[in-house]
């Protein structure tokens, strides 16, 4: 019997190809390959970095072996074809010298960007946060953080980050949305699950867009050919930064020549916790240092008893002491602040607390709420108070660079936090952003769009999953009836794009702070829609949204999908957040019936033809529509009028 001729070839080929020594130097993976690193299933992954020019390097990864010649800029890449979900596997890496990456997973891999309540993690006090921390041992459910970066032009390398296996020690500080998202798609369809974040606290959209694509828009080619041509005037974000940091050194090389508990003689009065800039009377527009100093008196029993200071979240940075030695110092606005005081620094009787607060750039100050001030001994809240007045002083130290706060400008992140992630695959993409764009809400109707598909064409893996959260409920009831609503309607529009998906928060905001605490729903909504779009599933992955409108004599009838079992209300309650309007245009706040499943009738005696109807049209409207999943509706309107009148 003779041999097959094909498969001795291939044997011979394979064996040709493994007698080549491996010859490649300085080899070094992309900082996305990393011990712990979750692969993409189903799609062929590409594995690449760098090395000296000229090279032979072997790729070994879960029974694939791969030989590839280092190319004369020092680039290599190897693409493995697609696997199933599985692991947990070693990555050997064969040059001259052998790299192992140990613990990787194939699974899905879902990217998490947007502004802060993406970037807010699980340590700034989201609801029931140290539960969560605590139960938070998922070890096929892995954590990447892209760190903050701007750039002018295209990067392909990323500063640092590695790959974590998610951990009450890992989790702290990630993502809170992206991490209850990750848990309940990794509990439901039984996969590794990598979480790859790259997000930046009060960004706007075109700052993420690439610039072939952001140029679309008339306004920002404008502002980038004006940058381009003008470069000498225009220092880059990183470069203003720069400047910053130099001011904040200089500054800080001066403290040890300060006396403190310092004279308070000359100082005004604040009442905190408060941000300076909605203090009586404010610091407007003031960004720089600002100390604090209070004493507190405490009974003798204390002395020499060792406690801990508690100051809530400070914007941004603080340094702390108490009767004159420090404590502590934190660096972000998001960070409650909790400083074991030793016990010889305890008297008892008057002892002095001083903080020196850092702003660069938005509100500065005490941002947390007045129960989380206060001090504390072996676990147990004491009764002494120490929020109310604070003396206060902005006079200590010099002039600040004035700097925008946020990276902002066209392209600036999409540079520098996506363009290095291109190559790698992902199963889709979660998004929270918007707030920062609010007042430009008709542009934000193309600017999203334009950003989704961007990515899509940037990672030429077809159109993945896009799924976003809808703006929250913000701000004082009924204020603002325009930007926020306006914004929304932008979300909702961006549904019409295939494979999108929105999670609704109207119900779950709140109307003090733009990051709700709330974050577990987020997170499960933002699932609920995956599992539709992304895994195929017949679930009721949205609340109801408004599919059409008709007119039955002095009333209009609603119609709504996603309604699952039909449209629902607590029993107890009446709908609320329904407002209708004649031909003139003057809204009337109105009830509304559920008559259907999927049917809702509005009138009102001072509308005797009706001619649109709004829902929730509100930055914080009162609503309660629901389906039978519990899953609110979003707020929409019929008309495209660009006025509105309230008759209150």
């Given at each position: 019997?003779?041999?097959?001729?094909?498969?001795?070839?291939?044997?011979?080929?394979?064996?040709?190809?493994?007698?080549?020594?491996?010859?490649?130097?300085?080899?070094?993976?992309?900082?996305?390959?990393?011990?712990?690193?979750?692969?993409?299933?189903?799609?062929?992954?590409?594995?690449?970095?760098?090395?000296?020019?000229?090279?032979?390097?072997?790729?070994?990864?879960?029974?694939?072996?791969?030989?590839?010649?280092?190319?004369?800029?020092?680039?290599?890449?190897?693409?493995?074809?697609?696997?199933?979900?599985?692991?947990?596997?070693?990555?050997?890496?064969?040059?001259?010298?052998?790299?192992?990456?140990?613990?990787?997973?194939?699974?899905?891999?879902?990217?998490?960007?947007?502004?802060?309540?993406?970037?807010?993690?699980?340590?700034?006090?989201?609801?029931?946060?140290?539960?969560?921390?605590?139960?938070?041992?998922?070890?096929?459910?892995?954590?990447?953080?892209?760190?903050?970066?701007?750039?002018?032009?295209?990067?392909?390398?990323?500063?640092?980050?590695?790959?974590?296996?998610?951990?009450?020690?890992?989790?702290?500080?990630?993502?809170?949305?992206?991490?209850?998202?990750?848990?309940?798609?990794?509990?439901?369809?039984?996969?590794?699950?990598?979480?790859?974040?790259?997000?930046?606290?009060?960004?706007?959209?075109?700052?993420?867009?690439?610039?072939?694509?952001?140029?679309?828009?008339?306004?920002?080619?404008?502002?980038?050919?004006?940058?381009?041509?003008?470069?000498?005037?225009?220092?880059?974000?990183?470069?203003?930064?720069?400047?910053?940091?130099?001011?904040?050194?200089?500054?800080?090389?001066?403290?040890?020549?300060?006396?403190?508990?310092?004279?308070?003689?000359?100082?005004?009065?604040?009442?905190?916790?408060?941000?300076?800039?909605?203090?009586?009377?404010?610091?407007?527009?003031?960004?720089?240092?600002?100390?604090?100093?209070?004493?507190?008196?405490?009974?003798?029993?204390?002395?020499?008893?060792?406690?801990?200071?508690?100051?809530?979240?400070?914007?941004?940075?603080?340094?702390?002491?108490?009767?004159?030695?420090?404590?502590?110092?934190?660096?972000?606005?998001?960070?409650?602040?909790?400083?074991?005081?030793?016990?010889q620094l305890v008297k008892g009787g008057e002892n002095t607390i001083t903080t020196r607060v850092?702003?660069?750039?938005?509100?500065?100050?005490?941002?947390?709420?007045?129960?989380?001030?206060?001090?504390?001994?072996?676990?147990?809240?004491?009764?002494?108070?120490?929020?109310?007045?604070?003396?206060?002083?902005?006079?200590?130290?010099?002039?600040?660079?004035?700097?925008?706060?946020?990276?902002?400008?066209?392209?600036?992140?999409?540079?520098?936090?996506?363009?290095?992630?291109?190559?790698?695959?992902?199963?889709?993409?979660?998004?929270?952003?918007?707030?920062?764009?609010?007042?430009?809400?008709?542009?934000?109707?193309?600017?999203?769009?334009?950003?989704?598909?961007?990515?899509?064409?940037?990672?030429?893996?077809?159109?993945?999953?896009?799924?976003?959260?809808?703006?929250?409920?913000?701000?004082?009831?009924?204020?603002?009836?325009?930007?926020?609503?306006?914004?929304?309607?932008?979300?909702?529009?961006?549904?019409?794009?295939?494979?999108?998906?929105?999670?609704?928060?109207?119900?779950?905001?709140?109307?003090?702070?733009?990051?709700?605490?709330?974050?577990?729903?987020?997170?499960?909504?933002?699932?609920?829609?995956?599992?539709?779009?992304?895994?195929?599933?017949?679930?009721?992955?949205?609340?109801?949204?408004?599919?059409?409108?008709?007119?039955?004599?002095?009333?209009?009838?609603?119609?709504?999908?996603?309604?699952?079992?039909?449209?629902?209300?607590?029993?107890?309650?009446?709908?609320?957040?329904?407002?209708?309007?004649?031909?003139?245009?003057?809204?009337?706040?109105?009830?509304?019936?559920?008559?259907?499943?999927?049917?809702?009738?509005?009138?009102?005696?001072?509308?005797?033809?009706?001619?649109?109807?709004?829902?929730?049209?509100?930055?914080?409207?009162?609503?309660?529509?629901?389906?039978?999943?519990?899953?609110?509706?979003?707020?929409?309107?019929?008309?495209?009028?660009?006025?509105?009148?309230?008759?209150?």
């Amino acid at each position: 019997m003779k041999t097959p001729l094909v498969p001795i070839l291939l044997l011979v080929s394979i064996a040709l190809i493994r007698c080549q020594s491996p010859t490649a130097t300085q080899v070094e993976p992309h900082q996305l390959f990393t011990s712990n690193a979750v692969l993409q299933r189903g799609i062929e992954i590409p594995i690449w970095g760098t090395a000296d020019p000229g090279g032979m390097l072997e790729i070994e990864f879960n029974k694939q072996v791969s030989q590839v010649e280092v190319d004369e800029k020092g680039q290599w890449q190897v693409n493995l074809p697609p696997m199933e979900a599985g692991g947990p596997y070693q990555m050997i890496m064969r040059g001259e010298e052998k790299t192992v990456l140990e613990n990787i997973m194939i699974g899905d891999v879902w990217l998490a960007s947007g502004q802060s309540n993406m970037e807010w993690p699980l340590s700034a006090q989201v609801d029931n946060y140290e539960e969560e921390i605590a139960n938070a041992n998922y070890p096929d459910i892995r954590l990447f953080t892209v760190y903050r970066n701007t750039s002018t032009e295209l990067l392909n390398q990323l500063d640092s980050g590695s790959w974590q296996a998610c951990s009450p020690e890992t989790v702290a500080n990630f993502s809170a949305v992206a991490y209850f998202f990750g848990r309940e798609i990794h509990q439901d369809q039984e996969v590794p699950i990598g979480l790859l974040h790259s997000s930046w606290g009060g960004t706007t959209a075109e700052a993420w867009v690439s610039e072939p694509s952001v140029r679309k828009i008339d306004s920002f080619a404008t502002f980038l050919d004006s940058v381009q041509a003008d470069e000498s005037d225009n220092l880059s974000f990183s470069e203003k930064q720069a400047l910053q940091q130099e001011v904040i050194e200089q500054a800080n090389t001066h403290l040890s020549q300060l006396t403190i508990p310092m004279s308070t003689e000359d100082w005004s009065t604040m009442t905190l916790p408060t941000l300076w800039e909605q203090a009586d009377p404010p610091l407007e527009d003031f960004n720089g240092f600002v100390w604090f100093q209070k004493t507190v008196t405490l009974p003798q029993s204390y002395e020499n008893q060792p406690l801990t200071l508690h100051l809530g979240a400070i914007d941004d940075a603080d340094i702390t002491w108490v009767n004159g030695q420090k404590v502590g110092e934190t660096q972000g606005y998001n960070v409650p602040r909790e400083y074991e005081v030793p016990p010889q620094l305890v008297k008892g009787g008057e002892n002095t607390i001083t903080t020196r607060v850092l702003d660069t750039g938005g509100g500065g100050g005490f941002s947390g709420p007045a129960d989380e001030m206060y001090l504390s001994r072996n676990g147990q809240r004491l009764s002494v108070s120490i929020d109310g007045e604070w003396k206060y002083d902005q006079s200590q130290e010099g002039d600040f660079p004035d700097v925008a706060p946020y990276p902002q400008e066209p392209t600036i992140l999409y540079n520098a936090m996506i363009n290095p992630l291109l190559l790698y695959p992902i199963k889709g993409v979660i998004w929270y952003q918007g707030e920062s764009n609010a007042s430009r809400a008709q542009q934000y109707q193309t600017l999203f769009p334009l950003l989704i598909d961007d990515w899509r064409s940037q990672w030429g893996i077809g159109d993945f999953p896009f799924l976003f959260v809808q703006l929250a409920n913000f701000n004082t009831p009924g204020s603002h009836p325009e930007d926020w609503p306006r914004l929304r309607e932008a979300q909702l529009m961006t549904l019409s794009l295939p494979n999108t998906g929105m999670a609704v928060t109207i119900d779950i905001g709140d109307s003090t702070d733009i990051h709700p605490r709330n974050k577990q729903d987020v997170g499960y909504r933002l699932a609920q829609a995956a599992q539709k779009v992304a895994y195929g599933e017949e679930n009721v992955h949205s609340g109801p949204i408004y599919e059409s409108m008709r007119m039955a004599g002095d009333s209009i009838i609603l119609t709504f999908e996603h309604v699952g079992e039909g449209l629902f209300k607590m029993p107890d309650e009446k709908l609320r957040g329904f407002e209708i309007a004649g031909e003139d245009r003057q809204f009337y706040p109105t009830q509304a019936n559920i008559i259907s499943d999927n049917e809702i009738s509005i009138k009102h005696p001072s509308v005797s033809t009706p001619a649109a109807v709004r829902y929730g049209w509100y930055s914080n409207p009162d609503v309660n529509l629901y389906n039978s999943e519990g899953l609110p509706a979003s707020p929409f309107r019929t008309d495209d009028w660009e006025v509105m009148n309230i008759e209150s």
